[in-house]
């Protein structure tokens, strides 16, 4: 089976939870856009597949997968077409359900990440929503942030009374991937803020140290492919943003 | 199968969805915390399955629904669930995937219209948020409101060149029910600026009143079961956040 991920070329920003299920399981895949120009690769190529009228579920936006006949958007939708083909979630329905369900409100954080520095539009500059996004941030970092890592933190605790902890079942999930980039990323936005509150997930903290010691996955971010954190994606680091 | 579904017991909100997907099948159900609390109901029944240690994977917030041994959150995870065993999807990989990406999308256009009314925090009060939320309303609805429904109208003009079209395949499915929900409560939050924008979606306008007229959602609709539109739920009607 051939996969090709469809995503912005310069940034993690959602792509990033598809790529790294593709990395930890050792899947070959294409991150099409990044390829050049004349080997089809470009924001052009990610373009055309999005406004072609023959497309079955025309994508709203990146990331969408490419495979076979199908063309699959929506992040979590991705992962959970994914998730059982590289052995990345349980084969009973509960784990399914509880995997969808995870990465669905891992995907609401990240909105809400997201919106801190865009709380006014998305297709404006971060420049011109400055007084709002520090109204935001300050709410977020006092009232959503806590909340989203303290649920977190309570499902791990829940699920397995053991060593290497899982989201979903005893195994690596697409959601433990997933855990790790958020809290890999919040630790780049908000440095101050995250520092403060992460002794409070000793769990959550450790998860995410074994997902970065895991040979491929340790092996992917050392490499080229995995994009710097930068100000163009879903993390950024507005020191203004984040909190004395 | 019982169907026990859980969600706030005075607003549509996002449990609507799944209220709707329910109603058109005549799918028997029980909307718990409607109930009274002396017969197990009440905002308390909620509460306590989402602080249940021992539920599999606890809910971070409603909706969710409880059935056999399962308890299911997300609203997009609700209806994929649902829609194979209530005939609400057809019965293809590629039309699962389809739904739930469109699902998807419609949590974004909902999350987005929920942060108009609450563009710096869902737990702060809309009077201690208005004028960044008439800034939020004015992107929204100039940006963010034409692009959605411009692309749920290509969606179904792409879809079936026929009468009677749908959002996936050639038949009911919870998406169409979903899109309902989303363009009823439009007219009822912005009446100005959907009024203004609803001649250029006619298909989607046609498809709104397909299931308007749905014989079992016609009942639900005039029955005392569908809770009306009010300033708690997802859309609300503030005059100053539509358009003149």
């Known amino acids: 089976m051939?996969?090709?991920?469809?995503?912005?070329?310069?940034i993690q920003g959602r792509g990033e939870f598809v790529r790294l299920a593709f990395e930890a399981t050792g899947t070959d895949y294409v991150d099409v856009a990044r390829l050049p120009q004349e080997q089809g690769g470009g924001v052009a190529a990610l373009m055309k597949v999005m406004q072609s009228p023959t497309t079955h579920a025309s994508p709203f936006a990146p990331p969408f997968l490419r495979t076979g006949e199908l063309v699959i958007a929506q992040t979590a939708n991705i992962l959970a077409f994914l998730g059982p083909r590289l052995g990345l979630v349980g084969d009973d329905e509960a784990s399914r359900l509880a995997a969808l369900q995870h990465q669905l409100t891992i995907a609401d954080f990240a909105s809400e990440i997201h919106d801190v520095h865009h709380p006014i539009g998305s297709g404006l500059y971060y420049e011109d929503q400055k007084p709002e996004?520090?109204?935001?941030?300050?709410?977020?970092?006092?009232?959503?942030?806590?909340?989203?890592?303290?649920?977190?933190?309570?499902?791990?605790?829940?699920?397995?009374?053991?060593?290497?902890?899982?989201?979903?079942?005893?195994?690596?999930?697409?959601?433990?991937?997933?855990?790790?980039?958020?809290?890999?990323?919040?630790?780049?936005?908000?440095?101050?803020a995250f520092g403060r509150i992460e002794a409070e997930i000793p769990l959550l903290a450790a998860l995410r140290d074994d997902v970065a010691a895991h040979p491929r996955i340790a092996a992917y971010l050392a490499s080229e492919r995995r994009l710097p954190f930068n100000q163009q994606g879903l993390f950024r680091h507005y020191p203004e943003l984040d909190s004395g």
Do not use: C, I
């Open 2 to 10: 051939r996969y090709e991920l469809f995503y912005w070329p310069s």
């Open 133 to 192: 996004a520090r109204r935001r941030a300050e709410n977020f970092l006092s009232e959503r942030l806590p909340k989203y890592l303290g649920y977190f933190e309570r499902l791990l605790e829940r699920n397995t009374p053991s060593e290497g902890r899982h989201a979903v079942g005893t195994s690596l999930s697409y959601v433990d991937l997933s855990l790790f980039q958020m809290l890999t990323g919040l630790a780049y936005a908000f440095p101050v």
